[in-house]
Structures are given as C-alpha cells and as structure tokens.
C-alpha cells in the first residue's frame, strides 16, 4: 500500500511539475505573426471595420486623430471604403506571451487605379485576453512614398531566461515605465539628440511621417540631426508585460521641424537591455494636423 501512495505521489509531483515547466516555457514570436496574418485576412474577408471589431482588445485604441477606443470609433461609423494589406516584418513577444507588437509595410487603396494606392508602415500591440488569445491593443502607422526596397525581416524570440510566474502587483511594472517614459520626455527638452543617445537601444526603429523608417541608433540621430527636430512631450499612459522584458506608452508631443511646428501623437515600445536599463526599441509619430 506504502509503495502504491508513494508510486500515486510520484506521479503527481512529476505531473505538477511538467505542468509547471509547461506553463513556464517562453512564448514563439510566430504567435504575434499569426495573429497579423489572421487579421489581414479577416479585413479581405468582412472589410477593414469589421475586421478591427473583431480583433479590438476592449481597452484597444487608434488614433483619429487623438486615441479613441477602436470599438467606439468603428461602432460609430457605416464603412470604411477601400482595401488594406500588409506585412508584419519586425516582431517582438515577451517571454510570458502577454504583450507583443509586430510593424511592417501596408498599402492602402481607395479605388480601382493604382494611383489611389497610399504607402506606409505601422505598428500594432497586442495583448492576450484570458484565453491567451491576442487582442488588439493600440493601431497607428505613418504614410510615406512607395519603398524603393522591400522591407527587412527581423523576428526575434524572446530571452528564454526572463519567463517568470506574473507579478501580483501589475501596477508597479505600469509605474515603472511610466516614470522612465517621463525621464525621457523631460530629457528631450534638454537635447533631443543627448536623449537618444542615452535611451535608444543599438536596433532601435523610428517611424515618422512621410520618411520610410530609420533602423538603428546611429541613424537615428544622424535623421534627427539631419532634419533638426527638437521635441516636447507628454506621457498619458503605459504598460508592461508580467515577464517585464517588454512594454509600451504613449503620449502626445510638439515637434519642432526645422521652423515647422506641429503636434503629433507618439508610442514607444521599451525593452530591457542586459543590465535590466529600459531601452526604446521603436517609436512612432501619428501627425495630428494631417489626419
């Protein structure tokens, strides 16, 4: 009887710990992959407002032009016309499969002739609902002229080491990328070009307007430099993953052109580099004036 409890025991042990070791394994980049493929089926199918409905986290927003939940913007309209394609071809997922963003090339068209055809690149994050299904959480892009070159493919999987059993205060990783985006922000006023230097990662990305992106932190400020921009921002939200190896915010900025002013909406995405610092690894600006 003793070796039967014990044998009973054994297995259950065995079994927790397969199931622990199971639920601790880091997640696959291919899964934010999947779930843009999916959606850009979905709009092919049904049309670009029931494909967002479908896949909108219910905290989920876009820009048009301020951030507006996806589901009351697309609720509130009949259609919307056209047809839009794209491609994830850069792609993160945190190593607990909570939070992911994917960017890439889209085309846009409004019409049967290719001259209605609009260019660009954008950037989603998704975040898993309670069934570990992604959902949509922000959409924007940046229009710019049709790429010469197709764009490169730099999906990476997460640091196997970071999966860790979720923090039971989510709060406290919010808090921490919110002060270190508001770090950042008040470091722009300083020198924007001090400020990247210190917080962009080596492959960080940069999407602005009407320029297709710029890869790489030498670039980046090369193009900062280049086009003398100068920048004030203001933070209005963040989040972080419960592996807390990735994160985004969010905000509003004054971009300063050469002698051109105007206002923009950003989104940064953070990661952790090897001495746990918290780097950009992509920004993006919406124009708010264009929309």
Known sequence: MKKIILAALALSCYGSLASAQKSLTPAKVDKVVKAEEEFNKLVARKGIKEGFLQVADPEGIIFKPEAVRIVDFYNNIDKQPGTLVWQPKFARISANGDLAFSAGPYVYQ????????VFGDYVSIWRADADNNFKLLIDLGIQHP???????????????????????????????????????????????????????????????????????????MQFIDNEAISITAETINAGRSTSNDLAYSYGRARIKKGDVESSFNYVRIWEQDKDHKWDILLEVFSAVENE
Do not use: C, M, W
């Open 110 to 117: 409004n019409g049967k002739d290719d001259t209605d055809k």
């Open 146 to 220: 049709e790429a010469e070159q197709e764009a490169i493919t730099d999906l990476q999987e997460p640091d196997s080491s970071k999966v860790i059993a979720p923090s039971k205060d989510p709060f406290n990783g919010k808090s921490v990328i919110l002060a270190t985006d508001k770090i950042f922000n008040h470091e722009l006023t300083v020198s924007s070009l001090a400020s990247y230097k210190e917080f962009l990662s080596p492959e960080g990305r940069y999407y602005f307007p009407g320029f297709e992106p710029v890869i790489g932190r030498d670039k980046i």
